[in-house]
């Protein structure tokens, strides 16, 4: 993975983990350790599907960006799609609590969304191919 895509993956990844793991620590007062493991599994969802998804599009970004924008968008959908799909199956679930997991997976899935704004927002990215040759064309 190139530098700018490991970073890109942190400056989203890290601040999702963080909120995840201050989830689990209000959950775990809130709700006892069910709370906890609820919210830790919750990030660790929303972490392995939004890297998943961040890498697969700028992988399509490289080798057909023509596929950009419409990738994107069928991968957010996809992505929240899923996020649905694992609620709607762990509702009804002994293993953690539900409504601590599903408070956790929004919240965390919301605060990756703003992450990743905000690292595209300060990447220095260049709109324009500098010629190659150093000479004007």
Known sequence: MP?????NLAQA???TVA?????????AIVAGGKGAIGALVATV???F???LGLFVLERTAKSAPQLFMMM???????????????MAAFKNTTLFNPRAF???????T???????TRAHMKAKILYVEPDKTGQPS
Do not use: C, E, H, K
């Open 3 to 7: 530098s700018n895509d490991a970073r």
């Open 13 to 15: 990844a890290v601040p």
């Open 19 to 27: 909120v995840g793991v201050l989830a689990a620590v209000v959950s």
């Open 45 to 47: 969802l929303v972490t």
């Open 49 to 51: 599907f939004m890297g």
């Open 72 to 86: 994107g968008l069928m991968l957010y959908a996809a992505q929240l799609l899923l996020m649905v799909v694992f």
């Open 102 to 108: 599903a408070l956790v997976l929004v919240i965390a």
């Open 110 to 116: 919301l605060t990756w969304i703003a992450a990743q």
